[in-house]
């Protein structure tokens, strides 16, 4: 699987808007790019996913770069309930392929 | 609010001792994968099933740990002999394994394993 690379930590203050970042210089035209994101003492949720083209959904919106080698999710009127470990994961069209993750970008957001 | 359901959320066992986790995964999801979260938050994919079949496993799995999904029954996975590196968050997740949708995974809440 394709590696990923995303900032340790990032900061926001509520209400505000965050990108996070998320680079995978060397995807596949197969893999499609997830977002997961995780809270202590709880399982990873899943926020979004694409393949080419940038999608929004009632949690993030995810900006795909047109060469696919990076991505941003984009996190809007941010509240402390979105305070949480954000993965990016690469994952194979194959419905039964594992998903491998890195260590995320551990988002704090104060009021 | 999580559809796949784990229990139990804690348990503590001794060095040696069996460790049973069990996991429902969400209605009609066929696909269910067990992933080994520890204190570092890596993750560590364990076995995954396609209904009660077994798709993939690590080495670790197939020599120490005990798994199935049997049909109209949680699914398990139990650690024969518990050893200290094995205290983690143990993660269910299951997939619609088809369709657009059918890559997403959908995890429980975990099971945390403390060996003592």
């Known amino acids: 699987d394709a590696k990923t690379t995303q900032p340790d930590s990032m900061e926001s203050t509520e209400g505000e808007t965050v990108h996070l970042p998320c680079s995978h210089a060397t995807i596949s035209g197969n893999e499609y790019i997830y977002w997961y994101r995780q809270v202590p003492l709880q399982g990873p949720e899943y926020v979004t996913h694409g393949l080419q083209q940038n999608t929004t959904n009632s949690m993030a919106f995810l900006a795909i770069a047109s060469d696919r080698k990076s991505s941003t999710l984009i996190l809007t009127h941010v509240s402390l309930r979105d305070a949480a470990v954000y993965h990016c994961?690469?994952?194979?069209?194959?419905?039964?392929?594992?998903?491998?993750f890195g260590q995320g970008t551990s988002l704090s957001v104060v009021p | 609010n999580s559809k796949v359901i784990q229990t139990p959320r804690y348990l503590v066992k001794g060095q040696g001792q069996k460790a049973k986790m069990r996991c429902i995964p969400e209605?009609?999801?066929?696909?269910v994968f067990w992933y080994q979260q520890n204190k570092n938050n890596e993750f560590k994919f364990l076995i995954n099933f396609q209904n009660q079949e077994v798709l993939q496993q690590i080495d670790m799995t197939e020599k120490r740990f005990s798994a199935e999904c049997p049909s109209n029954s949680p699914c398990s996975l139990e650690i024969q002999s518990s050893e200290a590196g094995d205290s983690a968050l143990y993660l269910c997740?299951?997939?619609?394994?088809?369709?657009?949708?059918?890559?997403?995974?959908?995890f429980g809440e975990g099971s945390r394993l403390i060996v003592v």
């Open positions: 997740a299951s997939s619609p394994g088809q369709g657009n949708s059918g890559n997403t995974l959908y």
């Open positions: 209605k009609g999801h066929p696909v």
């Open positions: 994961i690469l994952r194979v069209s194959s419905s039964f392929s594992k998903l491998v």
